[in-house]
């Protein structure tokens, strides 16, 4: 097969649109046709009980049309939202009400739906209404939660949702057989998605159909539409959802159902009119989900080398109000933190706990940026104590190349074992030195330090576990004209799916890429699907649109052999042309083969009319439809692997500190990864771009601030500190550099690996370990601001005993 | 009573007088319940979060003759309609007094200051604000105008408290006044923001006049994001002990508080650091005009 | 139902602007935020809406071909004014031919400048009047072009690019200057 798009940095389908603002969003649909607008009242408290809701002054607002609470929903829609993965280890599941009953977890839990004309009056209805609460305390922090004074749900006194341990050889025997130990205390804050479209849905109930449309920006319309036919008590098959564009998901648009995907259809059914909600910005950060915040405690035994011989950690995960998404992040951080490494045992155990913040559920790295912090801060300081180099003590502990498949022991989040499938380490860190210039820098730092200037080198690697299963399937069609039809059953929130999967089809095919338009995230178009997320879109949809394609090709080639009077291994597709190899008048188009699929041939267009010129007389002795056959050119297959595949990268950055304000500049940074076989080296570079901006800000900018009365306090984009370009650095500047390295997947046909989360994973370490080298001063938690690190110099100075002053919400510093 | 989210604002009656004259009367009316709309890059989102719900809106932006700028020996007259922009590019008023073109570029971002007024900001009174330091440090005045009359309120008296001016509610800033740079002296703003175009931690104002021998003579800062409202600093004994000195004097001289975003002993810090940065170029400035003026 | 009826008490101005060379109208309640009235009352959906408060920069049009944030406009307080949106930048907004999108438009195609094109529309406009004011930026110019926009999906680093490359295709579209005859003209 030709690979004429595979492995091409072919431009966007999708930037046509999205260039010349004729992109959908959910809140672009059916605009200025009267469309109903939702708003909620979210309750103030972090925790608290509804003692009664007096809608009496919002009822009166003119173009309010509807004002539902819990006592509203009917059926399943008044049970509480599911968990959707649950897990042994979750021995305390708590999940919340589309509206809440009796008692609210987190400040911004929705409580009241107040329906009208549009959003400006919803609001003005749902600030007249009186909700008279009882509140209760409040638990913020793994400290508070830990320390279970009070608890966020009365029957978990503790707030301990989930403790899950899992061991891998003999820790005993490794630390008693260790020369040196060292412990280490880390924390990083929690942060969030933060797309720069909030979460939208738009319901419309077709009362003569008797079914229900909804669009929603989600990352999982399969899901969500299983969802709300169960909740609504309506057939699957009267129920259809579709992810139209959607400006950016990152993990927030995954877990589902989201209350208001549930509560939207809900009102547009009672109402029999459409209804939508487009979620605005400050309700995203108090209603939305959010990640990242865990504490660890390390305790690892090495030998001279730098080996890990043992590697004992114990973690604290926050997983704030609920478990809607079970404990995927703190299940990924236990089997990721191993990274790119073997230890010679390892234990981990974790707590996840509750507080009366926001939910938390993956954002892009889902709990590997915890992980990696805590193996490469081990890392340095394993090196730090030994004197040794740290790319030294990193290679000392590498798998590999001759070790794969390897088997770390463990079960990872798809519930399969962690087996490695491929990989390069000790390249990729060779790679990665040259770029960054390590071997040089100690000369660049002296130079530096003459000129009065602080410069300091670090270094993250990680292994990321992409393409989960349980499967993802594709549907490819010809039509009579010679065009594609492809759909897939995930969704997509900017990573080119139109293109990448277009470029896979068209070189099973052998037609030109312009002739195939992919759906994604569209019911309508295909049922099973699980979903956009764990950077598995590739390696599963990209599988299963060339398995379907060449379910599609084989077919073709067998009808067009048999009107070719040809065998089918004579044959091939090229340009769209059903030809035999080597004797190109002898062929077919293939929108005519697609004709001739069907025994039914009126002759509607040109094409079919053109087919007829082929078709035989049809065998009287035999069925028109073969047994085994089906009418029409199409392929539908799916992928399901029998685990994860193993993409792998490092990170390498220089520093500058302002020696008086502690400033923190990034002078350059180096990305080296490795996502096995790539559709689109362009997509995924700009994946990688993109992810390295959030590790950026998450290390460096990005966290949520609440107060001890559970208060987000930094709930808008002035004090939620998403970098502007001015913050990043740039390729353009010289300042970013990538390289990469493709070790094939084994396991899917293509060799693909995913790329999605990449760029995110390992900033944090890379930073840290870049500040520390810079100011000598051990970096434990993150993220890091010019304060901080002022305040964390200064005691250093000063007293090393007193913690660290971050700066605080409250005014007082810490 | 602010709501915890949503974003539209409360409704309210909107007038768009032609005239100052207009504007007043209107004032005079419903100025206790109303706020003025000019640039609106602060108000909006103030009225957006419903942290404000005026029942009225006194919308200025049709009034002509408040979009002006004059520049004369004397210094610079900003209109209450003219845009941070319009004010940052010209190059008379940059020449008159150079702190406003440096102040000016560190405002938010250039799409903020094409419809953001200069006078908008100084009414707005917020202690992080650019022009509200260079306004205290220069010794500049608001006019204000009412039914009754008008008067100039000069800057130590106009910002009372954060986000509080000396404006009554029937009154409306028409002007504000920036005294010329005097001879022989060089100006410089710096500050240390957490991202490019934030508020700034603290930020820093110098302005540096010499001798006929070209010696420092006079060393004025005003510091901003570091109390209630500017604070303006005479350095000049200061730093005649050396830069050190200076910036101790600046530190003590500061209020600054902790919060999100930094502590403050972070931000006095600051203040140490930048009164010597900005001091230095300032001096810079002073000998450069010296040697472009000879 | 109409557009802009307002079932309160709430008085209603007739708002008459011209949005993308043509003239527009919608009768709307004063505190309609101009991004709002361009995408629901004229249906104009390209301008997006990221935070409405400024800060994102998702909503810049351009206003009497200056960039500013349309969720910190009341519609009212613009009237009679030329507006620019996403959809006007378009030479011809007949077609999706990539051969009739401006050099802005294009050069983001070319540099895979936009992933999931929600911030899109505030870059476009923001570039196209930032090149008009400096046809030939520097890659510093071009960083401080668009400093005051958000982005989540690309880190910037294309649409860094993409403003150079926007800039060596509007050189390319201009008609070429033609050189001085031999010997002075």
């Not at chain 1, 590697?311 to 109000?321: E, I, P, R, Y």
């Not at chain 1, 770390?408 to 798809?414: A, H, M, P, S, T």
């Not at chain 1, 595949?645 to 490092?650: D, H, I």
Request: charged letters at 20%; proline letters at 6%.
């Amino acid at each position: 097969m030709a690979t004429r798009y595979f492995g091409q940095s072919i431009k966007r389908t999708e930037d046509l649109r999205l260039t010349t603002g004729r992109g959908r969003y959910t809140d672009d649909i059916a605009v200025g046709t009267g469309t109903l607008e939702a708003a909620y009242v979210r309750s103030p408290h972090a925790h608290a009980r509804i003692i009664d809701i007096d809608v009496a002054d919002a009822i009166d607002v003119p173009g309010v049309v509807a004002i539902y609470t819990w006592e509203d929903l009917v059926g399943a829609a008044a049970e509480p939202l599911p968990v959707l993965i649950p897990h042994p280890a979750l021995h305390a599941p708590r999940t919340g009400y589309p509206l809440a009953r009796d008692e609210v977890h987190h400040a911004g839990e929705a409580i009241v739906m107040v329906v009208a004309q549009n959003r400006y009056l919803a609001e003005d209805a749902a600030a007249k209404i009186r909700v008279d609460y009882q509140p209760l305390p409040a638990v913020v922090g793994l400290d508070a939660a830990r320390a279970a004074q009070h608890a966020v749900h009365a029957d978990v006194p503790d707030n301990v949702a989930a403790r899950l341990v899992q061991t891998v050889g003999d820790l005993d025997a490794g630390f008693a057989a260790a020369p040196h130990t060292l412990e280490l205390n880390l924390e990083i804050e929690r942060s969030c998605s933060m797309p720069l479209e909030g979460k939208a849905v738009h319901a419309r109930w077709d009362a003569d159909d008797q079914s229900l449309r909804v669009y929603s920006s989600t990352q999982a319309s399969t899901s969500v539409r299983a969802a709300i036919a169960a909740k609504l008590g309506l057939p699957l098959g009267k129920v259809e959802v579709i992810a139209p564009d959607v400006g950016g998901g990152f993990g927030a648009k995954i877990v589902h159902p989201w209350p208001e995907e549930i509560t939207v259809p809900f009102a547009a059914v009672r109402l029999g009119r459409p209804v939508k909600w487009t979620e605005d910005r400050r309700e995203h950060f108090v209603s939305s989900a959010h990640e990242r915040g865990q504490q660890h405690h390390i305790r690892v035994g090495f030998d001279d080398a730098g080996r890990i011989l043992a590697l004992d950690v114990q973690f604290w995960h926050d997983n704030g109000a609920y478990t809607p998404y079970g404990i995927i992040c703190p299940i990924v951080t236990s089997t990721q933190l191993l990274g790119p490494y073997k230890p010679g045992a390892y234990r981990v155990t974790f707590e996840s706990l509750y507080t009366t913040t926001v939910i938390v559920t993956p954002y892009r790295g889902a709990g590997r940026p915890q992980g990696v912090f805590a193996m490469e801060r081990t890392m340095d300081a394993i090196a730090a104590r030994l004197g040794l180099d740290r790319t030294v003590v990193r290679a000392a502990n590498f798998i590999q190349p001759d070790e794969f498949p390897f088997d770390q022991g463990l079960i990872f989040q798809d519930g399969r074992p962690l087996i490695y499938d491929s990989g390069n380490y000790p390249d990729q860190l060779i790679m990665l030195k040259e770029l960054i210039g390590w071997d040089a820098f100690d000369d660049e730092r002296r130079r530096a330090r003459d000129e009065g200037r602080l410069l300091g080198i670090g270094l993250g690697c990680y292994v990321e576990g992409t393409g989960p299963g349980p499967y993802e399937g594709a549907h490819v069609q010809v039509q009579t004209d010679g065009s594609v039809e492809v759909a897939i059953g995930l969704t997509s929130q900017g990573q080119g799916h139109q293109t990448v999967f277009a470029q896979i089809a068209a070189d099973e095919l052998g037609v030109p890429i312009e002739k195939v338009r992919v759906t994604t995230g569209d019911t309508r178009r295909f049922g099973y699907a699980v979903g956009t997320f764990a950077s598995r879109a590739a390696v599963m949809s990209g599988s299963a649109v060339a398995l379907a394609a060449r379910a599609a090709k084989a077919k073709a080639l067998r009808v067009a052999a048999d009107i070719l009077e040809v065998d089918a291994s004579d044959l091939d597709i090229v340009d769209g042309v059903v030809a035999v190899k080597g004797s190109p008048s002898s062929a077919i188009p293939l929108g005519q083969v697609a004709v001739l699929s069907n025994p039914l041939r009126y002759a509607f267009d040109e094409a079919a009319k053109a087919a007829t010129q082929f078709a035989k007389p049809a065998d009287p002795d035999k069925p028109p439809v073969a047994e085994d056959d089906e009418p029409g050119l199409e392929g539908k297959d799916y992928y399901s692997p029998p685990r994860s595949t193993f993409a792998s990268g490092m990170h390498a950055a220089v520093v500058e500190i302002d020696p008086d304000t502690s400033e923190i500049a990034i002078r350059r940074y180096a990305v080296v990864h490795d996502c096995g076989n790539m559709i689109n080296p362009m997509i995924v570079e700009g994946q990688v771009h993109g992810g390295v901006a959030q590790g950026i800000a998450g290390a460096l900018y990005e966290r949520m601030a609440y107060d001890e009365d559970g208060q987000l306090v930094n709930a808008s984009f002035m004090d939620f500190l998403m970098p502007y370009v001015t913050e990043i650095p740039q390729a353009q500047l010289g300042q970013l550099i990538l390289g990469h390295q493709e070790t094939p997947s084994p396991l899917n046909p293509l060799g693909i690996k995913g790329a999605g989360e990449a760029g995110v994973i390992p900033v944090s370490a890379v930073l840290a370990s870049a500040v520390e080298d810079a100011v000598g001063v051990p970096i434990t938690a993150m993220p890091l601001d010019p304060s901080t690190l002022f305040e964390l110099r200064r005691g250093r100075s000063a007293d090393s005993s007193s913690p660290p002053t971050r700066p605080d919400a409250e005014g007082v510093s810490r | 009573m602010g709501q915890d989210v949503g974003m539209k604002p409360a409704p309210f009656v909107w007038h768009g007088p032609e005239t100052v004259a207009e504007a007043l009367d209107l004032l005079a009316e419903v100025g206790p319940q109303g706020k003025v709309l000019a640039g609106g890059q602060s108000l909006v989102p103030v009225l957006a979060m419903r942290l404000a719900e005026p029942a009225h809106l006194v919308d200025i932006n049709r009034i002509a003759e408040l979009d002006t700028l004059t520049v004369d020996e004397t210094g610079v007259r900003i209109g209450a309609l003219a845009r941070h922009r319009r004010v940052e590019r010209d190059a008379a008023a940059g020449r008159s007094q150079p702190l406003l073109p440096q102040a000016l570029a560190m405002v938010a971002h250039p799409t903020i200051r094409n419809r953001g007024t200069s006078v908008g900001s100084l009414a707005h009174a917020d202690p992080s604000g650019e022009l509200t330091t260079v306004l205290a440090l220069t010794g500049g005045t608001v006019t204000a105008a009412s039914t009754a009359g008008s008067r100039e309120i000069a800057a130590a008296d106009f910002f009372v408290g954060p986000l509080e001016s000396a404006l009554r509610p029937d009154e409306l800033a028409t002007s504000a006044f920036f005294p010329a740079l005097a001879a022989r002296s060089g100006t410089a703003f710096l500050e240390v923001s957490r991202r490019h175009g934030d508020y700034a931690l603290c930020g820093v104002a110098a302005t540096v006049t010499l001798d006929e021998n070209d010696d420092v003579a006079v060393v004025r800062c005003g510091y901003l994001s570091v109390a209630e409202t500017p604070v303006v600093v005479d350095l000049t004994e200061a730093w005649q002990s050396g830069g050190d000195d200076a910036a101790a004097a600046a530190r003590a001289a500061v209020d600054p508080i902790t919060d999100l975003h930094a502590t403050a002993d972070y931000r006095r810090q600051l203040a140490g650091v930048l009164t010597g940065r900005a001091v230095r170029q300032a001096i810079a400035a002073a000998h450069h005009g010296q040697e472009t003026a000879a | 139902m109409t557009r802009g009826e307002a079932p309160t008490g709430e008085q209603q101005h007739r708002v008459r602007l011209t949005v993308n060379g043509r003239a527009a109208a919608a009768t709307v309640v004063a505190r309609r935020t101009l991004s709002d009235f361009l995408r629901h009352d004229l249906g104009l959906t390209g301008t997006h809406v990221g935070c409405e408060h400024g800060v994102c920069g998702a909503c810049t049009v351009l206003l009497d071909g200056e960039p500013v944030r349309s969720c910190l406009l009341f519609a009212v307080s613009v009237a009679g004014r030329e507006v620019t949106t996403v959809e006007g930048l378009t030479p011809s907004t007949a077609t999706a031919d990539p051969d009739t999108l401006s050099a802005v438009q294009r050069a983001f195609r070319e540099c895979h400048a936009l992933q999931c094109g929600f911030c899109t529309p505030g870059f476009l406009t923001t570039i196209t009047a930032g090149l008009r004011e400096n046809p030939h930026p520097s890659a510093d110019d071009a960083v401080q072009m668009i400093a005051g926009n958000l982005c989540r999906c690309t880190g910037y680093q294309n649409i860094v690019a993409a403003v150079l490359r926007a800039a060596e295709l509007s050189d390319a579209d201009e008609p070429p200057v033609p050189e001085p005859a031999e010997g002075g003209a």
